[in-house]
């Protein structure tokens, strides 16, 4: 009997010792991954204008939907469609982004629990936090989420021109190839409330082809040679699921 007794003492004292608590105990990864919302569709509108000597006066308006999807490190892919209202040709224009992006994590209060706390993607089983200040719930009620993301992006992105080839309007060029395609560098910086994301995005892209006749045919026009460095500006909102 007293051996008995003496085996589960020592099994209790090796429970007691290597038990962790539940409160500090990190949910499991996978879970916490199923819930993160790692796909984003949004709508934006914005201009494209010409940067440096020669560029043309009128800049390129247009709205554009936009679609991405990222893995568990916020490295995905972007692409949507583009159309452009007012070209540089007497037509339309659409294009489709294919690019790859990088974004950063949201920077989130520590949100007060029992069970610990998430804060950028690292658990912190801190049982402080249970008993917040009044700093911190006002923090949380009013600010939740600092608006600290930035996203980087690069690509392609290849379009059709519409429309006539020949411009009737003297200040619009004419068409040479309908293909277009541009290499794309840029950022966005965004604001996420809940699952919306206010966003404004700032990209460069350098026209890759050659769309636009280099001399009007037309001796009345005053049109300079078509440039091909654009930056382009744009802001919107996006829903993250």
Known sequence: MKRLTTTLAGCLAF????????????????AVRKQLRNREIGLRYGVQVGVGAGAPGQAMQYAAVDFAAYNYRNIGLRTGLNLFTTP??????ASIPLQFSWRSGVRRMPTSSLDGSYYNGTWYPDRELADPSVGRILFETFVPEVPSVFELHAGLTPGLLFGPFR??????YDIHRRFVCTADLGGRL???IGRVRLFIDFTYHY???????ETPPHPDRDLDPPHRSFVGVSGGLALMF
């Open 88 to 93: 540089l040709h007497d037509g339309q224009y």
């Open 15 to 30: 429970v007691a010792l290597h038990a962790q608590p539940a409160s500090e105990s990190a949910p499991d990864p996978a």
């Open 167 to 172: 411009s009737p309007d003297e200040g619009l």
């Open 190 to 192: 965004q604001l996420p």
């Open 207 to 213: 026209y890759l082809t050659r769309n636009f006749a």
